[in-house]
């Protein structure tokens, strides 16, 4: 299993600012991922953040909206870049041990855009 | 499109009744499906992962199923509690590693 932790818990943050998210895995991982989770809605990957490459957006999400960095095998940055209310959500991120194994969620940002 | 859906949206069921939960996918060239349950303003716990290759895979009182010709799988929960309050997700990797999720179902486990 791995541990995963993030930063910060949550915050909120006002119209046209940016947040830097962080996750941290406690063991080295070649596959992270980034998600969102709008209120009452279920989870939507952002991107794919393998170390050694840039990262994979999904339909939908930029790289000027959501810059990402992975600069180690256990460490990842999100950006919410230029906020809107509408980036209000929960950021999670999540680790693939290996492939087709069992994936492990950190405890999420909660972000509220005022 | 590869698409997840888990029915009903909501589910109360009073304690120490044994219930039944239902994840729906479109496409059949499925690597694996994990459930996870989600408590509110949480993260996501993973339950249980059951394998392409695999039709069944257990953890306590919890049992999951995978039927990839029907596109189905089911989360059995056995002599529910209190504690099992929460929403459950399922989630399919199609590939790559990359979890399409359902909808989710809020399981209520009435005292």
């Known amino acids: 299993s791995a541990v995963i932790s993030q930063k910060p818990s949550r915050d909120i943050c006002q119209r046209g600012t940016s947040l830097t998210i962080q996750c941290q895995v406690d063991s080295q991982v070649t596959m992270m991922f980034w998600y969102r989770q709008q209120p009452g809605q279920s989870l939507t990957l952002i991107a794919t953040a393998n170390q050694g490459s840039e990262a994979t957006y999904e339909s939908g999400f930029v790289i000027d909206k959501f810059p990402i960095s992975r600069p180690n095998l256990t460490f990842s940055t999100l950006t919410v870049s230029n906020m809107s209310p509408e980036d209000s959500s929960i950021y999670l991120c999540s680790v693939a041990p290996a492939v087709g194994y069992e994936q492990y969620f950190g405890p999420g940002t909660r972000l509220t855009v005022t | 499109k590869q698409e997840v859906t888990q029915i009903p949206a909501a589910l109360s069921v009073p304690e120490g009744e044994n219930l039944v939960l239902n994840c729906s996918f479109t496409d059949s060239a499925i690597y694996n499906l994990q459930w996870f349950r989600q408590d509110p303003g949480k993260g996501l716990t993973s339950l249980l992962l059951?394998?392409?290759?695999?039709r069944e895979q257990t953890s306590g009182r919890l049992n999951a199923s995978l039927d990839k010709s029907s596109g189905r799988s089911t989360l059995y929960i056995a002599a529910s509690q209190p504690g099992d309050s929460a929403t459950y997700l399922c989630?399919?990797?199609?590939?790559?590693?990359?979890?399409?999720f359902g909808t989710g179902t809020r399981l209520t486990i009435i005292p």
């Open positions: 989630a399919a990797n199609f590939g790559n590693e990359k979890l399409t």
């Open positions: 059951i394998q392409s290759s695999q």
